[in-house]
C-alpha cells in the first residue's frame, strides 16, 4: 500500500459529532477512558488495537503521520462504539488507485478495530457513509486482517450488501491456532508425534547437561526491563538481527517495543515467558492475554543452542494457556505454514482481506472494474500470487 502524503485540509468528516478524527497523542481524559472501556466491551479483542499498543504505534512508527484515527460514536452525544486507524493510499497494489485502507504496521498482526459488541454494523455503516460523504475518499475502504466469518467480518458484509455493493474478499490466509478443551499434557500428546516428543525428551535431557534448566514467567510487579532488555538482545543475535528486521535493528520498532510491553504489563495484557540456562536465557515468548483470546505475539531463541530446540520446548510449556480459564484460545500471529508452530498448535485461524465500496457512481465502476481485474489475475496467477501483487494491497 502507498499511503497519501497527507490527509487534506478539508477532511473534516460530513457528521462531526458522530465520527471524529483525533489526535491520539493529545487525548482528552474522556476520550482516553472511552478508549479503554471500549476494549473491554469489543465484539474482537485485538491488542494491537487498544491504547496501550496502538497509540505508541501511531507516535513512533509512523513519524510522517500518514495516518488518522477513527472514532465512531452512535449518534451525536452517545457513547463511542468503535476505533479504527485508517490511511489514504494513493496505490492498491501495482495499481495507481486512491482509496482509504485500514492502517497497519509489520508487527500489527490483527486487523479488526475495536468496536462494541453488538454494534458492529451500526459502525460499519457509520463509517462507510462518513467516507461517502467525505471528499478525499475514493473508490473503497480496505480492511486488512479480519477474523474470516467473525462478527466484524459478517457486519461489513451485510453492510455492503445493504448499501447495494458487496464486501469482497481479496486475500486469505491462515495461521496456528491454539483451540482445544483438552489438558496440556492430552494436547502435547495428541498433537505431536510420538517420535518427536521422544526426540524432545532426548534433547531436554541434553540441556540439561549444559546446566540448570529452569522456566520463568513474568509475574506482576515484577521489574519488567530485564525481560524487555533481555528478549531484544536474544532476537537481535538471531537471523532477524543478520536481516535486520529485528526489533532492536530499528529505534523506532525498539521504543514501541519498550512502550507496548510496559503498557501492556500496565494493563494487565502482558504474559512472558522464558526458558533460562544457569541463569542465561535461550528462549523467550511473549502473549497478550486479552479474554477471551490471547495473541503470541513474539518469539526468540539461541540459535547457538538450536540442537535443543529451546523454543519448541519452551512451546511445551506455553500450553499451560490451556489451563487459564479465561483464555478460550491463542492467535499465534505467525506466518501462514510456520515450520514450528504449526508442528505444536493444530487448530488454525483465517484471516481475509476485505475490500468494500464506496457509494458514489464512480466509485461504483471503480470497484467493478477493480474486482473483475483482480478476478483475471487469480485466475492466471493463482498458485504464486503473493501480497505484492494487485489482490492484497496491504
Same mark, same amino acid.
Given at each position: 500500500?502507498?499511503?497519501?502524503?497527507?490527509?487534506?485540509?478539508?477532511?473534516?468528516?460530513?457528521?462531526?459529532?458522530?465520527?471524529?478524527?483525533?489526535?491520539?497523542?493529545?487525548?482528552?481524559?474522556?476520550?482516553?477512558?472511552?478508549w479503554d472501556r471500549l476494549a473491554?466491551?469489543?465484539?474482537?479483542?485485538?491488542?494491537?488495537? $487498544?491504547?496501550?499498543?496502538?497509540?505508541?504505534?501511531?507516535?513512533?512508527?509512523?513519524?510522517?503521520?500518514?495516518?488518522?484515527?477513527?472514532?465512531?460514536?452512535?449518534?451525536?452525544?452517545?457513547?463511542?462504539?468503535?476505533?479504527?486507524?485508517i490511511a489514504l493510499a494513493t496505490?492498491?497494489?501495482?495499481?495507481?488507485?486512491?482509496?482509504?485502507?485500514? #492502517?497497519?504496521?509489520?508487527?500489527?498482526?490483527?486487523?479488526?478495530?475495536?468496536?462494541?459488541?453488538? %454494534? $458492529?454494523?451500526?459502525?460499519?455503516?457509520?463509517?462507510?457513509?462518513?467516507?461517502?460523504?467525505?471528499?478525499?475518499?475514493?473508490?473503497?475502504?480496505?480492511?486488512?486482517?479480519?477474523? $474470516? /466469518?467473525?462478527?466484524?467480518?459478517?457486519?461489513?458484509?451485510?453492510?455492503?450488501?445493504?448499501?447495494?455493493?458487496?464486501? *469482497?474478499?481479496?486475500?486469505?490466509?491462515?495461521?496456528?491456532?491454539?483451540?482445544? *478443551?483438552?489438558?496440556?499434557?492430552?494436547?502435547?500428546?495428541?498433537?505431536? =508425534?510420538?517420535?518427536?516428543?521422544?526426540?524432545?525428551?532426548?534433547?531436554?535431557?541434553?540441556?540439561?547437561?549444559?546446566?540448570?534448566?529452569?522456566?520463568? =514467567?513474568?509475574?506482576?510487579?515484577?521489574?519488567? *526491563?530485564?525481560?524487555?532488555?533481555?528478549?531484544?538482545?536474544?532476537?537481535?543475535?538471531?537471523?532477524?538481527?543478520?536481516?535486520?528486521?529485528?526489533?532492536?535493528? +530499528?529505534?523506532?520498532?525498539?521504543?514501541? %517495543?519498550?512502550?507496548?510491553?510496559?503498557?501492556?504489563?500496565?494493563?494487565?495484557?502482558?504474559?512472558? +515467558?522464558?526458558?533460562?540456562?544457569?541463569?542465561?536465557?535461550?528462549?523467550?515468548?511473549?502473549? %497478550?492475554?486479552?479474554?477471551?483470546?490471547?495473541?503470541?505475539?513474539?518469539?526468540?531463541?539461541?540459535?547457538?543452542?538450536?540442537? %535443543?530446540?529451546?523454543?519448541?520446548?519452551?512451546?511445551?510449556?506455553?500450553?499451560?494457556?490451556?489451563?487459564?480459564?479465561?483464555?478460550? #484460545?491463542? /492467535?499465534?500471529?505467525?506466518?501462514?505454514?510456520?515450520?514450528?508452530?504449526?508442528?505444536?498448535?493444530? *487448530?488454525?485461524?483465517?484471516?481475509? #482481506?476485505?475490500?468494500?465500496?464506496?457509494?458514489?457512481?464512480?466509485?461504483?465502476?471503480?470497484?467493478?472494474?477493480?474486482?473483475?481485474?483482480?478476478?483475471?489475475?487469480r485466475r492466471w496467477k493463482a498458485?504464486?500470487?503473493?501480497?505484492?501483487?494487485? $489482490?492484497?494491497?496491504?
Amino acid at each position: 500500500m502507498t499511503v497519501h502524503p497527507a490527509f487534506p485540509a478539508n477532511a473534516a468528516p460530513a457528521d462531526p459529532l458522530t465520527v471524529r478524527v483525533v489526535d491520539p497523542l493529545a487525548l482528552s481524559p474522556e476520550l482516553a477512558a472511552a478508549w479503554d472501556r471500549l476494549a473491554a466491551e469489543a465484539s474482537e479483542p485485538n491488542p494491537f488495537a $487498544e491504547r496501550w499498543c496502538l497509540q505508541s504505534a501511531l507516535h513512533l512508527l509512523d513519524p510522517e503521520r500518514h495516518a488518522r484515527l477513527v472514532m465512531v460514536r452512535d449518534g451525536s452525544d452517545g457513547p463511542v462504539i468503535g476505533i479504527m486507524p485508517i490511511a489514504l493510499a494513493t496505490h492498491y497494489g501495482r495499481l495507481p488507485l486512491r482509496h482509504v485502507s485500514g #492502517w497497519s504496521h509489520p508487527n500489527h498482526f490483527h486487523g479488526a478495530p475495536l468496536v462494541r459488541a453488538g %454494534f $458492529e454494523s451500526l459502525f460499519w455503516s457509520i463509517l462507510l457513509g462518513w467516507c461517502d460523504a467525505a471528499p478525499w475518499a475514493r473508490t473503497l475502504l480496505h480492511v486488512p486482517r479480519l477474523t $474470516e /466469518d467473525g462478527p466484524l467480518h459478517r457486519a461489513l458484509v451485510d453492510v455492503a450488501r445493504v448499501r447495494g455493493g458487496e464486501a *469482497e474478499v481479496v486475500h486469505r490466509e491462515e495461521r496456528a491456532l491454539l483451540d482445544s *478443551e483438552l489438558s496440556p499434557a492430552e494436547y502435547w500428546d495428541a498433537a505431536v =508425534r510420538a517420535k518427536k516428543r521422544k526426540e524432545l525428551r532426548r534433547q531436554a535431557n541434553r540441556l540439561a547437561e549444559q546446566g540448570a534448566v529452569r522456566f520463568r =514467567r513474568w509475574q506482576a510487579g515484577e521489574a519488567i *526491563e530485564p525481560w524487555i532488555t533481555a528478549f531484544l538482545d536474544l532476537e537481535a543475535r538471531g537471523w532477524k538481527g543478520r536481516a535486520g528486521s529485528a526489533l532492536a535493528s +530499528h529505534s523506532g520498532t525498539q521504543a514501541w %517495543f519498550r512502550a507496548i510491553l510496559a503498557g501492556a504489563a500496565e494493563a494487565g495484557r502482558l504474559d512472558m +515467558h522464558a526458558l533460562d540456562v544457569d541463569e542465561r536465557p535461550l528462549a523467550m515468548l511473549i502473549n %497478550f492475554l486479552v479474554p477471551p483470546g490471547g495473541f503470541s505475539f513474539k518469539t526468540a531463541f539461541d540459535e547457538d543452542y538450536a540442537r %535443543f530446540s529451546p523454543g519448541v520446548l519452551l512451546q511445551q510449556a506455553n500450553l499451560d494457556l490451556l489451563d487459564d480459564p479465561a483464555i478460550a #484460545w491463542v /492467535d499465534s500471529c505467525a506466518a501462514p505454514g510456520h515450520p514450528m508452530i504449526d508442528s505444536v498448535w493444530r *487448530e488454525r485461524r483465517a484471516l481475509v #482481506w476485505v475490500n468494500a465500496a464506496l457509494s458514489a457512481p464512480a466509485d461504483r465502476l471503480r470497484f467493478a472494474m477493480l474486482t473483475k481485474i483482480e478476478l483475471l489475475w487469480r485466475r492466471w496467477k493463482a498458485p504464486t500470487a503473493t501480497e505484492d501483487d494487485v $489482490e492484497s494491497p496491504s
